[in-house]
């Protein structure tokens, strides 16, 4: 196929759904501090399979709270504003990102279960090292390969030679997506990040998670979704062919202060978290 152009990138990020209406709704509401648990309450419960995603993941042993949440107005009130933003985020993105991705030899399901186990790991992490903005940190991690979505049907008729790249030139796939199509999807997810009208710092963490020294509106951020990255594929979770090819950016280790001692405690944490499925809402 050769390089994909600037123009037909512009056009692949566009072909992607909008964040649906309900969505961007229930956004602007957790924005607004005029707004009451009763009114995310109304305008979530408009969509009842929408509604039954964000209740499971409100229940899973990730936000550990001890008792059933059966309502969303008890979900907005236990859990808060901020929280309830990024589960309405992950529940709907889900369906999006469960296909099947070939370009990358993921099967179905595969690219959901590894962002959401980034996401955990990012909010986790930003707990550890004192990031105040939990949810900031999860979202960018929630949706830090959502350009794989555009690139993989790019990479299908690519996929032999970027195979043959990544193990004859022992490279990353994502080394081998810019030498043969001319973008990487990280790049690419900045641009979706953009599109859905995401805050700056935010399409910064997506687009250098893989090279956080490269950060500079919000380093911190995109050192949180490296490593988390990092962890999650260590952890076996959505692992592509070349999953064991990249590694954790020391400058990242140390911008954020982290001892080996907490890197351990939190795989061990996460690891916990991962066995329980309603952590990914499935």
Sequence with gaps: MGKLTLPALVRAVEDLPALPAVVQRVIALTEDPKSTARDINN??????????????????????????ISTVTDATILLGFQTIRSIVLAASVSEMMKRELR?????????WRHSQATAVGARMLAREVKFSRLEVA???ALLHDIGKLI???YLRDEYEAVLEKVEKEHVTFLAAEEALLGFHHALVGAKVAEKWNLPLELVEAIGFHHEPERAQENPKLTAIAHIADCMSVSLGM????????????????????LQEDQVDRLFANLMEVLV???????
């Design 43 to 68: 305008v979530l419960t408009q969509d009842q399979g929408l509604t039954a995603k964000v209740l499971r993941l409100a229940n899973s042993a990730f936000y550990g709270f001890p008792r059933r």
């Design 103 to 111: 370009g990358y030899a993921l099967e179905r399901g595969e690219l």
């Design 138 to 140: 999860y979202t960018a």
């Design 151 to 153: 690139l993989d049907t």
């Design 238 to 257: 959505g692992v592509g062919v070349d999953g064991f090819l990249y590694r954790i950016s020391p400058k990242a280790v140390e911008l954020l202060g």
């Design 276 to 282: 329980d499925e309603d952590t990914f809402g499935e």
